[in-house]
């Protein structure tokens, strides 16, 4: 018989609220026979008040014993800034090597969006996980003196790109349009734009029957709001890749719904998986949260293992409770009932 | 008598049709007493195809004589990404010491925007215009190979940002809501977030009155679509500000009226006026480009050069023709003829 090995690391904040329906949802979406065991990780401003750890060599060797990892948000305004986000979340992403950052957009029906009109917006953002400005390469001399001098370093290399932009295009491929839009800024930062333009146009051509798009980074953010139909899959630098899949968020419906997997194809280390918003301490404990987005996480997670008529039955779920919503209030344990239901259904 | 003395840089594309409409409307503003002189520079593609050059000293030195430099755009798809960019435009901000990029938002009546509802849009953003990651630091090695590494630096220095900073902290206490948000990414690019963050909350102490606030450069992309009332005054970093500019051009009408003034506050070096969007090759020469962007960046010229009766009357001459614009059709120049009457009268 099978089973999923999971590792739930409920957080900070709200986490643990959108975690649970997370949970109670891909419980009731598995078939019978496979086996969800599942421990919990304490990860967070608690754990890390208390020990002065955020993730230790230790907690690294534990979690690699997991098939993946459900994550609700991590973060705290106790916790000085940076602490929590490169000591655990970005230091998990580097460790485990989880090079492919997805990102799905989707309006659906009933989908209240900022944009005006009836914006067709469905794609996927291949947001690199593992380079780019994210590696911590840089430094700072006399620093706090009015002769600081302080540097960040991109570091973007070969077998880095090539592996996020194969990656992509497959995805593209597998996707009816089969288009494929490479972010970047290179004719400003031509050293990582020569890189990332011409490993991009040189696997292109493994893929013939993907069409393909290039846009700078600022005029992406114009079509994300203007056209967002002319987005299919896209594939992007780290830093390029946090901007614009908020901005992405945004617009389909809010980063409540917004759903995030970090992926390591190779399956070398247990991928993550992670709703975009953060861990919201003003709502956290109201059963205010919205747990759309950890739910939707769940189905990449589910997808990432194998079970994709499962991840498929999830998605349908939420979009029918999506397209019935309307101003209702309901609790973040009602909506993660109602959407059970429904999968189970 | 007074006089200008103004550098004119038409260049690629629509960029010497809405150089013209600039013109016609700023003449239109001078008092009588003001004398306005013009000399035509030929820096573009034509320029680059003919002699291979961008920008020589020589060119430097001659621009260096005026009192400012109104610019259409430049840009070709005939000369490589980059080219131009970090030949001409980067050089030119980089030598002048432009370190002010001034770039305004507002959303006046009549003007529609991707955004559902009426929002309310009015802010500018001061994006830092000499460091970070534009400073063309970095490089690659193993250069075309599978082992390719590819850097980029962001350079940011005190001296650098605390110029810039300060310039928008008095730029928000002139204006009546005094509010000043800083656009960063502290909790990722770690050594620059602290030195910006820190130099913020430092000048913060001379301006009591001004209001302030923080945002990572992701969150304010959310922002700038469902909370555009939220900013007053933007100040940020070079290449976040690109990014976050063409956004906030977008959801506020277009980048078709986006002004901007790359400014040397010291007048140590000529400040340069020049349109947001790029040289739109495909409608190049048709007279169909909308010049209020351009005549926008004269307002901006002329608020620099101490002409601030005449700036605000450009921009009300725009505001008023743009609330009545509706759907028609107006060719280049009609619409320069129809902003310099309402300016003249
Ligand atoms: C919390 C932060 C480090 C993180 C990032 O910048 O990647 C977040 O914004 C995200 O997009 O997952
Ligand atoms: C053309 C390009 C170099 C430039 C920039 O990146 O600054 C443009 O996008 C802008 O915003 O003025």
Known sequence: SRSINLAVI??????????????????AALPQDVKLETKEFDFGAKRYHATG????????????????ILLGAIGDPSVPSGVLERGFLLKLRFRFDHYVNLRPSKLGPGVSTPLA????????????GTEGPYTGNGGSVRTGTPHEVATEVSVNTAYGVERVVRDAFARAQARPRKKLTLVHKNNVLS???????NIFNKVAEEFPDVTTDYLHVDAATIFFVTQPERFDVVVTDNLFGDIITDLAAAVAGGIGLAASGNINPSRAFPSMFEPVHGSAPDIAGQGKADPTATVLSTALLLRHLGYETEAARIEEAVSADLAERGESTRSTDQIGD?????VAG
Chains 1, 2 share one sequence.
Do not use: C, M, N
């Open 53 to 68: 750890e955020t993730l230790t060599e230790d907690d690294i060797k534990a979690l690699e014993q997991y098939d993946a």
């Open 10 to 27: 409920p957080g900070d904040g709200i986490g643990p609220e959108v975690v649970a329906q997370g949970l109670k949802v891909l419980s």
């Open 191 to 197: 050293y990582a734009g020569h890189l990332w333009t």
């Open 338 to 342: 109602a959407l059970a239901v429904r």
């Open 117 to 128: 009109g009836e914006p067709d917006i469905d794609f996927i953002v291949v947001r690199e």
